[in-house]
């Protein structure tokens, strides 16, 4: 599909994962709004684009009144990722904000409908998938598309509002033909990640140099961790193929356990503790992993990065860009929290209005 010209919408584009997916659809040649209220996403993530490329930039809470409908006019393609969100020490300890999803979607859906937009592309969660299926580490589990279906038992009120949302738009696209698709994310690391993120608080322990090194949960939980920039372009191949608001995982199949990463990031940041778990702490499911058989088909898609070699990049990032007292100062609150450190006001940008 020629991107060029084409005007699209990203809710939540001052993201870690928004504003990669902003950077994608720039390069494209896509004319690009951002909707996002600053709640998590940082001004620096898109400021290059707002000032020198044209990106309109609203900072707006698309809760309040009539931001929805402002955001979306003469929008052909919205990207919709805004959410109260956060990795596991967020989404287990803060339901009712993450509640909240179930109304941003609701309104931003209708909005769109009433538009006239040709399609939504929504960022869903592997935390659509049942928590029962997912408790032995040891099994070799692949989370396919067809194993969310009754008796759901979705991941926390965030996994069942990602879950409404797209049942949502399957409703939506049956009732009044409005096209969508799903993308189901697989626990993303990536440059502009967030400490609330378990690979990112792996970093941040061996930046500040803790000792002894904490790990939250006994260590086994499995997961298949996902280089943001992979995720961007199954999300951007997403918009392109699919109409009938199929939900597709997105996720690599590379199964690594959490104590496994641990060594990776002792290893290559040299900093080796002693490592001391935490059973109490929020851990979620004990083996996550995608089958991604869907989205090679439909898609002809494929992550290209490899979990060692995107954790080394993501290394060099944080070490490259981050100071140790800051970081310090702040990751206890970090690890269960999703603000972070203020952003400056964007004066003097074009804006939507
Ligand atoms: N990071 C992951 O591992 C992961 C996994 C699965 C799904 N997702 C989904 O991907 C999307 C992006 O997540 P992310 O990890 O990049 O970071 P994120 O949680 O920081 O992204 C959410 C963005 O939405 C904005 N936002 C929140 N509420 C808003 C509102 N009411 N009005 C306007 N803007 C609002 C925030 O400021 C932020 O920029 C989210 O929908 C998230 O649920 C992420």
Not at 39 to 46: A, F, H, M, R, V
Not at 65 to 88: C, P, Q, T, Y
Request: hydrophobic share 40%; charged share 25%.
């Amino acid at each position: 599909m020629n991107w060029n010209g084409v005007h699209v919408l990203v809710t939540g584009g001052a993201s870690f994962i928004g504003s990669t997916l902003v950077d994608a659809l720039v390069e494209r040649g896509a004319k690009v709004r951002i909707v996002d209220n600053l709640s998590s996403g940082k001004l620096e993530n898109i400021e290059g684009h707002v000032r020198d490329r044209g990106v309109e930039f609203l900072e707006e809470d698309l809760l309040d009144d009539n931001v929805a409908e402002k955001s979306v006019r003469n929008i052909e393609i919205a990207f919709h990722l805004a959410a109260d969100h956060g990795g596991r020490g967020y989404v287990d300890l803060h339901q009712a904000a993450c509640a909240g999803n179930l109304a941003l979607d609701g309104i931003f859906f209708r909005a769109c409908r009433h538009a006239g937009v040709d399609k939504v592309v929504y960022a869903s969660s592997g935390c659509v998938y049942p928590n029962f299926l997912q408790t032995q580490p040891d099994e070799i589990l692949y989370l396919s598309e067809d194993k969310v279906g009754p008796p759901y038992d979705a991941d926390n009120m965030y996994g069942w509002a990602k879950l409404m949302a797209e049942m949502t738009l399957r409703s939506y696209y049956s009732d009044f033909g409005m096209k969508s698709v799903s993308c189901r994310y697989f626990t993303v690391y990536g440059e502009r990640g967030h400490e609330n993120h378990a690979v990112i608080a792996m970093i941040a322990r061996a930046f500040i140099k803790q000792d002894p090194y904490i790990v939250w949960g006994n260590g086994q939980q499995i997961r298949n961790w996902t280089y943001v920039q992979d995720i961007v372009s199954g999300t951007i191949r997403a918009a392109e193929v699919i109409d009938d608001a199929t939900a597709v995982n997105l996720g690599t199949m590379e199964r690594t356990r959490v104590l496994d990463a641990v060594r990776d990031v002792m290893d290559y940041t040299g900093h080796h503790a002693t490592v001391e778990l935490h059973p109490e702490m929020p851990t979620g499911p004990m083996n996550r992993v995608a089958d991604n058989t869907l989205a090679c088909k439909r898609l002809g898609w494929e992550p290209k990065m490899n979990f060692r070699d995107g954790l080394h990049r993501t290394i060099d990032w944080y070490f490259r860009t981050k100071k140790r007292e800051e970081v310090a100062a702040v990751l206890n609150r970090m690890l269960t929290e999703r603000d972070s450190v203020a952003s400056g006001s964007l004066e003097g940008v074009a804006s939507a209005d």
